[in-house]
C-alpha cells in the first residue's frame, strides 16, 4: 500500500512521534511505502508532498512541531477543493490517508470518508477537549510547562507580596486551567465552562493574603466574568466590546488590584504552551496512537479514528470523533474548589 | 472524625500531594482533625505522631518525598504488633485512618480491617505494578526522569559510536523499562516479565549501528537473561549465583562489548528515579486520590482503596487492590518490538 | 555582633542561597547573631524583623524569592527616614548591615555609610547591569528560562512558517536578550543599547524563511526603534506616546507580519524569568557573595560590596558599584550579529 | 581558506555550537570552505571527512555531542602518524585545523604547530580542570545535572532517614563536585586534591541526622581516603587493589551505612553528566570560543587556543594551555567547608 500523512491544524508536541511509529510500523511490519502531504489539508490539495521514509522520521520522537508542517486549510471551503484532493491523491497512488488533526481536521476526514476517500484519523488537541478519547497528546506537555511556570511565580509573589494572574490555553474547554491549576497550587482556578464572579475572586484572593502565601489566580483564556461585569469597565472595551489590553488575565489582574489593594501582575503563557520536547506521557501515547493507526489502514478499517480508553487504544467511527466537545464536568470543577482561597 | 494518616514502603513523587488534599478537603470540608503518624505502620505501632493541620501542608505539593517519613514496618511480623496499633489508636483517639503504600503496606491496611479498623488505603507504587488502578502516582515521574536521562545518552552514545546501557527501576514489573524504553526511542527494551537471549540483543545493537546511530538499551533491573546464558559467565556470579558486578546493566554492557565489538557503557538511574518534584500528572492524580479517599473516609466506606479507572476515581476492596502484581501484558511488549534494533 | 539583613528591590532567583551562606557561615565560624529585616529598607526603617538563624535558612537555598520578602522603599524619600533606621538599629542592638539589593538598594546602602552606619552590600540585578561585578545572580537563571522558551518555539513557528517574537526583559540593558538570542539561536537579537530599523529587521525574517527554517526575534522590553518609526502608526500609541498594546513585542510582531506578509507571534516571557530555583551558576555565586560578605562584615570593612571578578570574589567600594550601568558593549552586539538573518 | 575542524577526547556538551559557530562566521564573514574530519585526530589521520557547510550546521546548537564523531586516537603514539596527516592536509588542501578538546587533543595540537601545522585550539573539558582558562563550556551542564540529581535525592534521603552518597566525575580535579555540591546543598564533598578521613566523614554525617534532615555526601570519582584506610577492608579489593564494587561511591555507603549505623545508598551518575542539551551559559562560551577561534584562524594567528577570562575572549600559547592541571585550589575548599556536617 501507498499511504499518505498529514498534520492540520494547531501543532502539539507528539505529531512528530505519531508520523515516526506510522512510517515505521507501516514499513517493517507492513511493507507500505509513505508520501507526506506538507501543511495539513493544504498537501494534498495542492499535491505538495516530501519524502518520507525511515530516514525522515530518524530523531523526530523527541522533537515537538511536525516535520510535515501544518496549516488550517479547509477543503470544503474551496471551490472544487474535494475534487482536486482525490484526483492528486489518485495521480500519486495514494490508496490511504493517515489524518492527524483535531476537530477541523478530522471533520474533513469523516467527510472525505462519507466520499469514498480512505481515511484513518488520529486526535488531536492540545487542549484535551475530543469527546471520544480520554487523553490527546500535546495536552500533558502543556500542562507540566504550565506547571513549571506557576512553581515559578510563587516565589516572586510572595516575595512582593503580590496577585499573580497566569493566563493558559483553553478557549472553550478549561481542561489546562484545571490541571495546572491543580498541580502548581492555584489559589483560584478559571475556566470557560462556568463564568465567574470578580467579587468571589478577589474575595479568595484576601483570604490567601491572610496565610502571608501570596495567591496564584490560573485562568483559561476563554473564561469570562458573569454577565454585566466586563461592561462596568467599558473604558477598557475597544469598539467591538473586546478585551483592549492583552486579554482576560490582564483584565482580571487590574481588577484585582482594585478590589484588594494588592499590587497583581499577569504573565500570559502563550506558545510556549504548544512547542517543545513532548513529555514521556505525551511521546509514549503518541506512539501508540501512531501504531494502533497504521494497523488500521492495514485492516482497511476506515473512516475510523484512534482513542484512548482507559489504557487501552480503541477505534471509534471518525463522525463520533467530532460529534461534541469535552468540557470539563461540574464535578471535577467541585473538586478542585476544595482548594480556593486558602 | 480524627483521622490518622501515614505513609509506608519506598517513597514516591506525589506522597506529599495527597497528604494535603486529605487534609485541606478533611479540615475544610469535613471538619475532621487529624494525627500524622511518622514512618509507616510503625507510626500506629509505636504511637509516633507529628502534628498535621493546614500549617504542616503548606508548600508541600511539589515536594517529593513523604512530610511523614516512611518505612517497611509490618505490625504483622512483630509479636503483639496488632494489639499495640489498635491501643495506640484507642488511646489517641483515631477514628479512622488513611494508609498510603504499596502491597505490603495495603495489605496490613486489608488484615486491620478484617480486625476491625477503619481504614482507607492510597495506592502507591513507583513500579506501576497494582492491579486495580490504571495507573499509580510517581511512576509518571519516574518514567519522564529516565527518559530525559535516555535523550541525554544519545548524543554522547553517538560521539563515541558506543552501545549505552540505562538499567531502570523494576524488579517484577517492567512498566518504568517500557515506558521509558518507548519515550526515549531505545534500541532494545529488556523486562522482568520475558526472558531476553543476549544473541539477540547484541544483533539488534548491530543493526543498530549499521544505521550510523547509536543503540541505547533499556533494561530493568529485574530481567534475566534466558536460563544458562549467565552461567556461561560465572566468573561473574558470586557464591550465591548473584550478579556480582553492579546488576544486569553492567552485565549485558559486557556481554554486549564482547559480542559485537563495539565499546558498551552502562548507566544505573537509581534514586535519582524516585525522588523530587513529581509531574504535572503525578500530582493531579495525587491530589484526586487524596480528595477521594478522605471522601471516603467520611462515608465510612472503609475497607476500600481509591483507585484510577480510565478518567475516574473509583473505589476497590482493599483486598481486590493486593491481590495480584500488574505485570506489562504481551501485547504491550509486542508493540514496542517495531522499534527493536533499527 | 548582631547583624541585620535586608534584601531589596526586584526579587532574583538566588537571594536565599545568598541569606542562607551569611547566616550559616556567620553563626558557624564567627558566632554571630542575626536579625531579618523584612521587605528590604521599609524593615529597618519601620522596625519590621523576623526570626533569623539555622533553622529559618534551612532547605532554602534551592527556593526563588527572598524570605525575607523585599520592596521599593527608599528611606532617603521619606522625611525623617534615615533617623528612624538609625535608632530603629541602635534600640534592635544592630551593629552592622548586610544589604542585598540592585542599584537603588545599593545606593541607599552607599549615603547610609556616609552617614556612619555599618554596612556590606551584595548585589543583585537580574538584567546583569551593575559595572563592578562580572555576573551578578539571577541573571543566568533568567537567561536560562528565556533559552528553554526560544527552544520551545523554534518547532513551533516552524510547523507554522510564522515569525516568533519572544520579549524579554531588559529596560536599559540588554543582556538577557543577549545571551539568550545567542544561547537560543535567534535570528535576530534587539537591545536597549541600540535603536533597531524595522526594515532591517523585516529583512532578516525575510532570509530566514528562505532557508525553511523560522525566524525567532528576540527583543528586549526595552529596545526602540529608529526615531520616526514607531511615529508612523500613532493609532498604536496612547495619549502618552506609549506602546498601546503590550509592549515592544506585540508591536514589532504586528509591524513584521505587515511587512512580510508572513503570520508573526509574540510571547512576553515576563514574570517567569524572575521566579523559581535558580541554577547552579546562581546557587554558587550566590552562596560565595554571602559567604565573603560576611567576612567582610567580620573584619569590619563597610561601605564595601563584594563582586566578581573571574573567579575570585573581591570587595569594592559601594559608591563605585552604582557608579554606572553596565551596558552591552558595542563588540559583544557585533559578535552577535554574524548569527542575523540566516 | 580551506579550513579543517575535529574534536577530540571525551564528549562535551557545546562541541556542536563550537562547530557551528566556527562554520557561520567562517562562511559569512571571511568566505572560507570547511571540510569536517571525523573522529578526532583519526580524521586527519586517516583522511575521513564529512561534509560541513552551513547546511550541515543548522539546528545543532541544542544538541549535545559532536556530529563530527570523536576518539582517542593519538598520532604521535602512530608509526609515521604525522606524516600520514600532514599528507592528507595536503592532499585535501586544508591551509589550517581548528582542533576542538582537552589536554590530550591540544597537545597533539601544540606539537603539530611546531610541526608547521597551522592549529587554533578551542579548550573542551568537562572537568574544567584546564588552566588557562577561567571556564571550559560543558562544566556548567555536568554542574547543573548533578545539582538537579542532588535537589531529587534531598528528599527521598530525608523520607527513609538515609545517607545518600552521589558520585560525580572528576578524576583529577574535583570542580564538579565541588559547584554541584555546593549548588546542591551537600553536606559534605570529597574531591580528589584531598584525601579524606572516613571517620570524619561519618562524623558529618551523624551531625547532620540530628537536624532531622538526611544527609548527601557527594564524592568525586577520584576521591581517595586517608592512607591505610581503604587497606583496612581489602576484602572489598580485588587482585589488583581496586575498588571491587562500583567505585568509591559503593565503597563510602557501605562504610558510612556501618560506622553510623544509618542506611546508605549510592548514586552514580555516570555518563549523563554528559550528555544533551547545554546550558545557555554553555552554548554562549562554545559560541563565542567558536567566533574567537575562526578569527584567530583568519588572522593567521596560529598555534594559539581561545580562552575565557573574566568575560572576555583571549588567546594564549597552545603549549601554555596544557602545561598544567588546574585544580580545586584549598581556598575554594575551605569556603566550602562552612556547610559540611550540619
Redesign the interface.
Known sequence: MRIGVL?GG??CPG?NAVIR?VV??GI??YGHEFVGFR?GWRGPLEGVTRELG?AQV??I??????IL???RTNPFKIDGGVEKIKSNLADLGIDALVAIGGEDTLGVAAKLTDLGVNVVGVPKTIDNDLGAT??TFGF?TA???????I???????????RT?VVEVMGRHAGWIAL??G??G?ANVILLPERQFDVDQVAGYVEKRFQ?Q?SPIVVVAEGAQPLDGQMVLHNQELDAFGHVR??GIGQWLAEQLEEKTGKEA????L???Q????P???D??LA??FG?HAIDAVHEGDFGKMVAL???DIIRVPLVEATRELKTVPVERYT?AE??FG?
Open positions: 498534520t494547531g501543532d505529531l511509529a515505521r510500523k517493517s511490519t501543511d525511515i530518524r530523531g520522537l523527541p522533537r515537538g512541531g511536525t508542517g501544518s496549516s480520554d487523553y500533558d500542562v507540566n510547562i504550565a506547571m513549571e511556570a512553581d515559578r511565580l510563587h516565589t516572586t509573589a510572595e516575595s512582593h507580596h499573580l490541571h495546572a491543580l498541580a497550587g496565610t502565601y489590553l492583552g501582575r499577569t504573565v500570559v502563550g506558545h510556549i504548544r512547542g517543545g520536547t513529555t514521556a506521557f511521546r509514549v506512539t501508540r501504531l480508553q482507559g489504557v473538586e476544595v482548594f486558602s
